[in-house]
């Protein structure tokens, strides 16, 4: 490889480098403890135990629950209900208008088995962490400027391949010059660990630019995709009297077999029509629960209208965010992610170091020095 490409792809690493360390520390030491939310949150908040019921207790209707919830809320029309994953709770979201803004929203969990009001889960110190991984505090712009952090991350990466791919013929793969200079050690150390983490940093990489597109492709996804499908209801008021919502679902899982539901959006609200009870799915399994496929029917009728396989995009976003946190393969991948995730951490750093330590250095020694394997040049360019 010649000199000059040598440097070019030199300054790419370096800047690229330099820019995003702090972020990328950020993301890392936040990254951290939500690889194990669910333990941290089960630690600091304790099993939220429902009441007890006498065996063989059954299971309320939804529209039973749905109407004890709202009598709660005088005056409140329903806009959402999820479900909970680790109880049998429902979650209804409602508000005084089916535009209400979010802080107009009363968020209720309702006691499957009695239909009456529990407790809600809290988010805590957990909420705060993922609020600051994600965006900053600083809603999407912030989430669009930690994508464009990412994507120099993942420059920063191939960059390094290639600078250090001289080095890397000069010196046994693995070797740390303990011995050496300090400033070498951590230049072997960096680049070794740099080599070994660099397809789990890629993906997590690249997996995190896609999860900061969030907003704006399911944006994109419910103007066009989903708008040609209610097309033909535009301008329609949401009806008077809605049908059954348990026979939404119902109707919506048979179409779909091997799913079951997410959660639902009520004719009027941001992620369904005026016409229709969009009922989100999700795959049964750890590898497809991320695969979301949402069923509309008929808000007056109760009749399923269509079934919408997500675009390829849509299906990238939602495959990318367990990979991003490792959390679809159990304790045993999240202790891996979190193992990658401190060595990165180590390599920001000895990145930091290095850089500091040869700052006044000229660029064409520090090129001669990377052909040389890393080892200082003398005075008249030899080791």
């Known amino acids: 490889m010649q000199q000059r490409t040598i440097k070019a792809w030199y300054l790419v690493h370096k800047w690229t480098s330099l820019i995003c360390t702090l972020f990328l520390l950020l993301l890392?030491?936040?990254?951290?403890?939500?690889?194990?939310?669910?333990?941290?949150?089960?630690?600091?908040?304790?099993?939220?135990?429902?009441?007890?019921?006498?065996?063989?207790?059954?299971?309320?209707?939804?529209?039973?629950?749905?109407a004890a919830a709202l009598a709660l809320r005088r005056g409140d029309v329903p806009l959402y209900l999820s479900f909970d994953e680790d109880r049998p709770v429902v979650n209804l979201t409602?508000?005084?208008?089916?535009?209400?803004?979010?802080?107009?929203?009363?968020?209720?969990?309702?006691?499957?088995r009695t239909a009456k009001p529990v407790p809600a889960h809290e988010g805590g110190v957990m909420e705060?962490?993922?609020?600051?991984?994600?965006?900053?505090?600083?809603?999407?712009?912030?989430?669009?400027?930690?994508?464009?952090?990412?994507?120099?991350?993942?420059?920063?990466?191939?960059?390094?391949?290639?600078?250090?791919?001289?080095?890397?013929?000069?010196v046994p793969f693995g070797t740390v010059r303990a011995s050496r200079s300090p400033r070498l050690k951590w230049l072997d150390l960096h680049n070794m660990l740099g080599i070994v983490t660099l397809m789990w940093a890629t993906v997590v990489g690249l997996t995190g630019v896609i999860n900061t597109l969030a907003t704006p492709l399911v944006d994109h996804w419910r103007g066009y995709a989903l708008a040609d499908l209610t097309a033909p209801y535009a301008g329609e008021p949401v009806p008077a009297t809605l049908s059954s919502v348990q026979a939404a679902i119902d109707t919506a899982l048979a179409a779909a077999p091997g799913n079951r539901p997410q959660f639902v959006a009520f004719p009027g609200v941001l992620f369904s029509s005026n016409h229709h009870y969009a009922v989100w799915l999700k795959g049964a399994t750890p590898l497809t629960e991320q695969l979301h496929t949402p069923a509309l029917v008929d808000a007056r009728t109760g009749a399923l209208t269509a079934v919408v396989h997500m675009p390829w995009y849509m299906t990238a976003l939602r495959l990318s965010q367990p990979l991003h946190?490792?959390?679809?393969?159990?304790?045993?991948?999240?202790?891996?992610?979190?193992?990658?995730?401190?060595?990165?951490?180590?390599?920001?750093?000895?990145?930091?170091?290095?850089?500091?330590?040869r700052r006044r250095t000229s660029l064409n020694r520090r090129v001669l020095e990377l052909e040389a394997g890393g080892a200082p040049l003398t005075a008249g360019g030899g080791r």
């Open 325 to 357: 946190f490792g959390d679809y393969g159990g304790l045993p991948l999240k202790i891996l992610w979190a193992v990658l995730d401190a060595v990165t951490i180590v390599i920001l750093g000895s990145g930091v170091y290095l850089w500091l330590g």
């Open 94 to 112: 409602s508000g005084p208008r089916v535009t209400a803004t979010a802080d107009q929203m009363h968020f209720q969990p309702m006691d499957l």
């Open 28 to 66: 890392c030491l936040t990254g951290l403890p939500l690889i194990f939310h669910d333990e941290i949150d089960q630690l600091l908040e304790g099993e939220q135990a429902l009441p007890a019921v006498p065996d063989g207790t059954p299971m309320k209707s939804l529209d039973e629950t749905v």
């Open 128 to 170: 705060i962490i993922l609020r600051l991984h994600k965006d900053m505090f600083a809603g999407l712009p912030g989430e669009l400027f930690l994508g464009f952090m990412g994507v120099l991350f993942v420059l920063s990466l191939l960059s390094g391949v290639v600078v250090y791919a001289p080095f890397m013929r000069k």
